[in-house]
């Protein structure tokens, strides 16, 4: 049955389409929903006023969704489709959710009215360069975060924790998509996971689908734009031709053919013998 979802990008929304699926057919799920940044105590990017927001890309919102929700209903919706990707991810399955904390009336809104309930492991830092930010009231905020909710058999790809948790990644700077991930980051996400089924509720531009069949991963997108799903599917049409993941894996192809090493005959130690070094 999951056969009809497998790389596609779904145009529909992400609730609909999620309660399609049946329960654990997920390995991984890899996603940034929009912020809800038109929703805001300030003057924030309303009207554009104040420098550089003028120009924005957000300052429209997307194509056809204006992210600009009560709070309080953002943060059901959200919290409901957390539940959903739960129950949709497998029993070694993970979500890796990002988003942004901001300052509201002076105050850290820091997304727990959305992420609770849900078997949190980590937080990642994703350290971004630059930002924007005229408030004399608090620092120039330079990271986001990225929410590792992983069920109980959840394991990284072998070596792949030497990375830690915060990673300096610059954002996309080449995407006409309002908000779309870096290449890297994904890359970072998907190949530290074994994951075969890679799943994005809010595709976007189609970063995830890009990076997962780069990776030789399956993917379901969906996407509640038609326009940004259409340019997803090309993007995804280019990449067989033009990679954008190959830059990140130079390296593995060295690794693949490893220069011989002349190695010295020495005497076999086995276990017991080293045991009795000691
Ligand atoms: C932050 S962007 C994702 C960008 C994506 N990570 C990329 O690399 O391009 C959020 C996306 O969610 C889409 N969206 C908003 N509401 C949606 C819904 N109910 N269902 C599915 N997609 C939705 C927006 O159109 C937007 O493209």
């Known amino acids: 049955m999951l056969e009809e979802y497998l790389n596609r990008i779904i145009h529909g929304d992400c609730l609909d389409v999620l309660h399609k699926l049946p329960d654990a057919c997920i390995d991984l799920v890899v996603t940034s929903p929009p912020y809800n940044l038109k929703n805001s105590t300030g003057n924030g990017m309303k009207d554009g006023r104040g420098g550089k927001w003028a120009n924005a890309a957000l300052i429209k919102g997307y194509e056809n969704y204006?992210?600009?929700?009560?709070?309080?209903?953002?943060?059901?919706?959200?919290h409901e489709v957390l539940l959903e990707l739960v129950r949709v991810i497998k029993d070694d399955g993970a979500i890796f959710y990002n988003h942004k904390w901001r300052v509201q009336d002076g105050l850290i809104q820091d997304r727990r009215d959305i992420v609770y309930d849900v078997p949190l492991r980590q937080i990642i830092i994703w350290k971004r360069k630059g930002g924007i930010n005229f408030n004399a009231g608090y620092f120039l905020p330079t990271y986001e975060v990225i929410y590792l909710i992983a069920k109980k058999d959840f394991k990284l790809a072998p070596h792949c924790n030497r990375y830690g948790d915060v990673w300096e990644i610059m954002q996309e700077q080449r995407n006409d998509h309002p908000a779309p991930f870096p290449v890297e980051l994904i890359d970072r996400i998907i190949s530290s996971t074994t994951a075969q089924i890679?799943?994005?509720?809010?595709?976007?531009?189609?970063?995830?689908?890009?990076?997962?069949?780069?990776?030789g991963r399956d993917f379901i997108?969906?996407?509640?734009?038609?326009?940004?799903?259409?340019s997803a599917m090309a993007r995804l049409e280019k990449n067989k031709i033009y990679p954008e993941v190959a830059k990140f894996h130079q390296l593995d192809l060295f690794q693949l053919t490893p220069p011989p090493i002349k190695q010295k005959k020495t005497k076999q130690i086995n276990d017991h013998d080293t045991q009795s070094l000691f």
Do not use: H, N, R
């Open 198 to 215: 890679v799943l994005d509720p809010f595709m976007g531009s189609g970063t995830t689908a890009v990076v997962a069949a780069g990776l």
């Open 66 to 78: 204006d992210d600009c929700m009560p709070v309080e209903e953002y943060a059901l919706w959200q």
């Open 221 to 230: 997108g969906i996407e509640k734009s038609a326009k940004y799903c259409e």
